[in-house]
């Protein structure tokens, strides 16, 4: 094991170097925050998909491979699915707007008013996501050092809370592009054909386990629209996704990096329900599904290569966490705690503050995903959380605003708060991981988007004037920071 932990020592070394070094780049709230709004195709898809793949749709589609067969396929395929759609429909137009989080946009739609309201949603789901990332630390350490589980929660937080504080969203994209790199040959050049081949090839999966695992469709027509539901929607909603939109250097970048990037993510379903079904074959009676991945990598790969795919499992893990943290802190900061005290920017002399301000967030939003995580046992609740508050709050209002001119800031403030108590109550009265409360929360956020939005006197022409203005890439550019003349921006052609 001595090889295996030499790789994963450089690796995480590595991140904080990174982090480091994305520091010198992250001057201003621009910079900190979306990276400039300058990455070019190659960095924004491999930065996209490094996001939307973390933990559960590594680890956990492996899991779901084992216990379904390649239909365990689903829950990774509907992410890719979102990012699809967000690529092709809305991306160009999310890009143009020149803000920092959702809130801000739905501010600039309806005239104000709806942001605090949809922030505190948006920031209760990016938490849960960060904190449910953060728990995935107790497999990959467990595995490979053998710590309990608070150690390696400890142990893998510290690290992404360092490099995310110290450059903010430049060292996520700097770590992000080499843990897309090293997933892509961890789980899908290495462990993939390897787990096939251990387990005699697909002729000899076929013979050892039921036809049921070779049905597209295996794991039940209403778990794969409730993927859909949770998670092809929330991937056109959520602040941790948008944020990577807001990097994006020109329209054409966001919409076919993104294209790039939803296709991957169909392909790494697939390898995740492979490898889960080659480890059924090769261990058929694990006391957990979620053990799968842990188990074939452990007991099946060679010194060296088992290194590898645990930093690739790592490296999902990370890439997810860091991201929604810097979405949690970003609403938190920019959409809370500015509108509790009234503070509004007032342009670029305040850039620097802004840094250190947003440095601060993600310190302390760090710290209490570290806390939660600790106390919290499961991933799947905490996940199913984070994602039915957000489709059954905020996915009405959002592309409501995106699609329909009618639509009201009364109306979108009905919607989130009618969706989310809707969602809350049903998960009290049916349990967390019932249907129903996304189902029921989802109908009721769009009945009452129509209902009071047609009932309320229509947004403002001079709101929808400028929302227009803003849509078509006309305002919102931000004037250089004085730590940064204007001569020095720009963009780089290695992005």
């Known amino acids: 094991m001595a ?54 749709s590594t680890i956990g589609g492996v899991g779901l491979g084992y216990q379904y067969g390649l239909s365990g396929a689903w829950m990774v395929f509907t992410i890719g699915l979102g ?32 942001g605090i309201i949809s922030g505190l949603v948006m920031w209760a789901y990016t938490l849960m996501l ?38 903010g969203m430049w060292s996520i994209t700097l770590t992000d592009m080499v843990q897309f790199v090293v997933k892509t040959i961890g789980v899908l050049l290495l462990l993939l054909p390897i787990a096939v081949v251990k387990a005699g090839g697909f002729g000899e999966m076929k013979d050892s386990l039921p036809t049921s695992y070779f049905d597209p469709l295996g794991i039940g027509g209403e778990t794969i629209f409730t993927y859909v539901l949770i998670y092809t929607f929330g991937m056109l909603i959520g602040q941790d996704i948008w944020q990577r939109v807001f990097t994006a250097r020109s329209d054409r970048t966001a919409r076919w990096g993104g294209t790039v990037a939803g296709t991957y993510c169909l392909a790494y379903a697939l390898a995740g329900a492979v490898i889960g079904t080659a480890a059924k074959v090769l261990f058929p009676k694990l006391g957990s599904a979620d053990d799968a991945f842990a188990t074939i990598v452990k007991e099946e790969l060679p010194v060296g290569v088992r290194g ?64 939660i995580a600790i106390q919290l046992d499961s991933v799947l609740e905490g996940l199913t959380v984070a994602y039915d508050l957000l489709v059954g709050g905020l996915l009405v209002p959002i ?24 969602v809350i109550f049903l998960m009290w009265k049916y349990g967390i991981l019932a249907n129903e409360p996304v189902y029921y929360g989802l109908l009721a956020s769009l009945a009452a988007y129509l209902v009071v939005s047609l009932a309320t006197k229509p947004t403002d ?35």
């Open 3 to 56: 090889v295996d932990y030499a790789v994963i020592i450089v690796y995480l070394v590595g991140m904080l170097a990174m982090g480091w070094w994305g520091m010198r780049r992250a001057r201003n709230k621009s910079e900190f925050l979306v990276a400039g709004r300058r990455l070019g195709p190659w960095m924004y898809s491999g930065t996209m998909a490094a996001i939307v793949l973390g933990g559960a």
């Open 461 to 495: 022409e001079a709101v929808l004037a400028n929302w227009r203005e803003r849509l078509a890439g006309r305002g919102g550019e931000e004037p250089p920071s004085e730590t940064e003349p204007a001569a020095s921006v720009r963009p780089s052609s290695a992005l």
């Open 308 to 371: 590898l795919v645990l930093a690739a499992a790592l490296a999902a893990v990370m890439s997810t966490s860091s991201g929604a943290l810097i979405a949690s802190a970003t609403v938190a900061n920019n959409d809370i705690w500015a509108r509790i005290r009234g503070v509004v920017s007032a342009g670029g002399h305040e850039e620097r503050d802004e840094v250190k301000g947003n440095r601060v967030f993600i310190l302390i939003m760090g710290v209490a995903v570290i806390v």
């Open 399 to 422: 592309l409501g605003g995106l699609l329909w001119k009618r639509g009201t800031v009364y109306g979108a403030l009905a919607a989130v708060g009618v969706g989310g108590v809707t």
């Open 130 to 167: 960060a904190v449910t990332s953060t728990i995935a630390y107790a497999t990959i350490f467990d595995v490979l050092f053998d710590l309990n589980r608070t150690m390696s929660i400890i142990l893998g937080g510290t690290i992404v809370v360092a490099y995310s504080t110290l450059g």
């Open 83 to 114: 990012l699809l759609a967000l690529s092709v429909f809305f991306s160009a137009r999310i890009a143009r707007l020149k803000v920092y989080t959702v809130s801000e946009m739905l501010d600039l739609r309806y005239g104000g008013r709806a």
